[in-house]
Each structure stands twice: as structure tokens, then as C-alpha cells.
């Protein structure tokens, strides 16, 4: 079975290398890193590894934390392909899409960009119910609620405490983060149940990226 770690580590040389020795001495086989951010003299990492059927999740966390100074930020179940250039992926499907199909195509495929449960496109503000212009599998239901933070001007990280959630996404610990797409009143959002928290360089990465898909999908169909 496939999962996905993160990792904070100490930004230094070999510790990548010392984490992978450590992995595959238990049994463990790495499938990718991504590295999500550094500074501070520490790196966030995203490491998606293949585990044996006889060996227990628990022991990933056993295995990274032997090397010194790394910490397992969060360890949950990975499904759903894998690719070496997503983000390139997606922007290629949006030229070809079809017109009145892009936001549908951004719901359902940046999940697996961001090794995220979920994502939305809503429309609302002005104290009105917000409306769904798409949605990916697993989306909770937005329909009807009235959104603070529509219109949005600028990006935000939608930490699960926020007033505005109801109770029952509270207590599942939804993370969620959002960005403009076209104009103040849509948004991109993503989300995931019981962590980790996004990181501003995922806010950064999304922000990128619903940037230009705005821009590809006002182009004619290549």
C-alpha cells in the first residue's frame, strides 16, 4: 500500500539520502519527494512510499525518525496515479478542453496535483449562497453557504478552526486552501480531512497555477 509522508528535516546535505538509506533498510520503497518548502535551516518534504503487506504504517514513522533530527509531520494513505510533471499535465488539458469544461477539468484533476482529498470552484459574495461551478469526488457540499472570506482578492490559508465551518468539518480537522481564478468572486479551493495544514508554498504553488490556468482557458481550444 501507498503513502505519503511529510517530513521536516534539517536543510543540510545527505539527509535525504540518510532518510532514504533508513526507508529502505525497513523494507520501505520511495515512489517520489517533492519538496514543498525550505528556510530557517529546515526543508518540508513530501515523500510518497510503497509499503510491504506485512509491515505496519507505524513503522514509517519509526524509520524516518531514526535519523537525527527529522520529524514525521503527518503520515495518511496515497491512491490515485502518480506524475513526474502534473502541473504541466493539467495546463496541456486545459488548452485542449473544450469550451465551458475548464473549471470542471481544474476540480477534478488538482487534487492529485497537491496530494489533496478534494477540490471546488465556487461563486458567491456579497453575504449571498455561494454557488458550485464544479467539484471533484469526495467534495464536501458547499451549496448554499453563505462564504466570509467571497469575494477574495487575495489568497488564504482556511485553517479547520475558522468560525465560519460548520461543526461536523471541524471536527474532521478539514485543511483547506484558496485562490482567485479569473475574478475576486471565484475561487479555487482544496481541501483535505485530518491534515497535514497547507503551507504557504502550497498557496504559492496554487496561486501559480490557477494564474495561468485562467489565462489557458480563455484561449481557443488548441
Known sequence: ????LRLVVPD????????ATALGTAGVDIVSVDVLERGGGVAVDDIVVDLPADRLPDSLITA???VDGVQVESLRP?????????????LESLARAAEGTAVKLLAAELPRVFHSGWAVVLHGGDD????VLAASDAAPTFDGMVLPWLPM????LLPSDEEWLPDRWRDMAIEMMAAPFGTDRT??????SGGP????????RLVHLTGIAASVAHLPPA
Open 12 to 19: 543540510r546535505p545527505g539527509i535525504l539520502g540518510a532518510v
Open 128 to 131: 449571498r449562497p455561494c454557488e
Open 64 to 66: 524516518a525518525q531514526a
Open 153 to 156: 482578492p487575495a489568497p488564504q
Open 197 to 204: 495544514v497547507y503551507r504557504r508554498s502550497e498557496l504559492l
Open 78 to 90: 496515497f491512491a490515485g496515479p502518480l506524475d513526474t510533471h502534473r502541473e504541466l499535465e493539467l
Open 187 to 192: 475561487a479555487v479551493v482544496l481541501g483535505r
Open 1 to 4: 500500500m501507498s503513502y505519503l
